[in-house]
């Protein structure tokens, strides 16, 4: 733990960044923990902006929009959340999310949280036509947030599970892996618990330690 102590346990599933369970396993696993640490992480930021209905200007069908690269814009992505959750925003109000950093724009992230919320509202004004301002605007940060996943991920997630299989009770599971939306980090936790279960009931283990869907 953090202040030194030890637990023992039989078994035990790692769903940290690939970074941190990289310094992990480094003392007991040293080939798996430098596989891990080839696993790249970009970080990310959101933007969220508030405004009064009446003063958007803009009826904002859909539930959000992407913007290609090329466009060269400061946003990568708008979400209308308040439209594709309507309780996210009290009534006569809407709520919008722009993402920003990410692969080649990681330097954005490191601006101050006025330059990034002004970045946010020209792009909004440019692309959508809200110049309203917002009655809330807040910015979050998600440093070394996304994993990468460059050509031949998969076979070298597929050795990574191979290497932590020479160590008998050690499972990795989370978004460095085989998908990073939620959906897909929960179906691999619970693909994680039932390789857990079957290896508690019997130490060889029954099931694979790579995921198959």
């Known amino acids: 733990t953090a202040d030194g102590e030890k637990h023992w346990a039989d078994a035990v599933i790692l769903a940290t960044p690939a970074f941190v369970t990289s310094d992990l396993v480094s003392p007991f696993a040293p080939e798996l923990s430098q596989a891990l640490a080839g696993i790249r992480y970009v970080s990310t930021a959101t933007v969220t902006l508030a405004y009064r209905q009446p003063e958007v200007g803009n009826p904002l069908q859909g539930v959000g929009m992407i913007v290609p690269r090329r466009e060269n ?27 920003v950093g990410g692969p080649g724009r990681e330097e ?5 949280d006025e ?4 970045d946010a ?34 076979d070298r997630v597929a050795q990574m599970h191979a290497m932590s299989g ?14 990073i939306g939620l959906p897909d980090c929960i179906h691999q936790g619970q693909q994680a618990a039932e390789r857990v279960i079957s290896f508690l009931n019997n130490p060889r283990g029954t099931l694979p330690r790579q995921a198959t869907g």
């Open 115 to 118: 330059e990034i919320i002004a």
């Open 166 to 179: 020479e160590t008998p009770g050690l499972y990795l599971t989370g978004s460095a892996f085989e998908g």
């Open 121 to 154: 509202r020209a792009e909004l004004a440019a692309l959508m036509g809200i110049r309203a301002e917002p009655v809330l605007a807040r910015v979050y940060r998600f440093i070394k947030g996304n994993a990468q996943y460059d050509v031949g991920h998969l």
């Open 108 to 112: 954005q992230v490191e601006r101050s």
């Open 73 to 99: 814009r400061r946003i990568s992505a708008c979400t209308m959340t308040s439209t594709k959750f309507s309780p996210r925003a009290p009534e006569g109000h809407v709520l919008l999310r722009c993402f």
